[in-house]
């Protein structure tokens, strides 16, 4: 079975700090991995994925994350917050062949001013 | 612009009422599903359908029920028996064959559902 694990349910940071949002996975075999944010009162929008190519992923709107299979963890980062990126983030994890994604409980980013 | 078409955004229903919440995508995806949504629980898998007239339970279906008649169309309808409903729906599709985890879900903008 596949599992992700986000730590930190609440995250703040200051405008202009780094954004680390945590995320570790666990799969039986290579995983496909995502980043996900979520705005107010909106749908997911993807910011990344993972899919046994480079190790570091660049997303839209600044983000990147590097999957590391030392310690099965996918992080989300960004060199310098904007108030624009307070949101909510998910990472999922996906395995080929199975025909769901297994989503995390979600880390909301408040951006401080 | 392709993408996934939710109504309404906003539904109240009324205690023993049953409701439906639309879900219509015209990415030609083969895959889709409905997911609730409560604060500090994440997305919770209601129903998913991967073909035309097929689908199956999520981890929460009971007090729901689906349709899948045509390709562009899987309506959730949430009913009577959910004691709980009150939540924000999300509805996504996805690419069928193999690899839908490897492309990853493209998702509506949600219907936030209200008891009153």
């Known amino acids: 079975a596949q599992s992700v694990t986000q730590l930190g349910s609440h995250v703040s940071v200051s405008e202009g700090a780094l954004v680390l949002l945590r995320c570790n996975y666990s799969?039986?075999?290579?995983?496909?991995l995502f980043w996900y944010v979520q705005y107010p009162n909106q749908g997911l929008q993807l910011l990344l994925k993972?899919?046994?190519?480079?190790?570091l992923v660049k997303g839209i709107n600044g983000f990147e994350a590097e999957f590391k299979k030392s310690e099965t963890s996918f992080h989300l980062t960004k060199p310098s917050a904007h108030m624009s990126d307070a949101a909510e983030y998910f990472c999922?994890?996906?395995?080929?062949?199975?025909?769901?994604?297994?989503f995390g409980t979600g880390t909301r980013l408040t951006i401080i001013p | 612009d392709g993408g996934i078409t939710q109504s309404p955004k906003y539904l109240f229903r009324k205690e023993g009422q049953n409701v439906t919440l639309s879900c219509e995508q015209n990415?030609?995806?083969?895959?889709m599903y409905w997911y609730r949504q409560d604060p500090g629980q994440g997305l919770r898998l209601i129903y998913y359908?991967?073909?035309?007239?097929?689908?199956q339970k999520g981890d929460i279906a009971e007090g729901y029920s689906v349709s899948r008649e045509k390709k562009e169309s899987f309506p959730l309808t949430v009913t009577s028996a959910q004691k709980n409903p009150t939540a924000f729906y999300l509805c996504?599709?996805?690419?069928?064959?193999?690899?839908?985890?490897?492309?990853?879900?493209?998702f509506g903008s949600g219907t936030r559902l209200t008891v009153v």
């Open positions: 996504a599709s996805s690419t069928q064959g193999q690899a839908p985890s490897f492309y990853g879900y493209t």
């Open positions: 993972y899919t046994s190519a480079a190790t």
């Open positions: 799969s039986s075999v290579p995983p496909y």
């Open positions: 359908s991967q073909i035309v007239n097929d689908f």
């Open positions: 990415l030609n995806h083969d895959a």
């Open positions: 999922a994890v996906g395995k080929f062949g199975n025909e769901k994604l297994t």
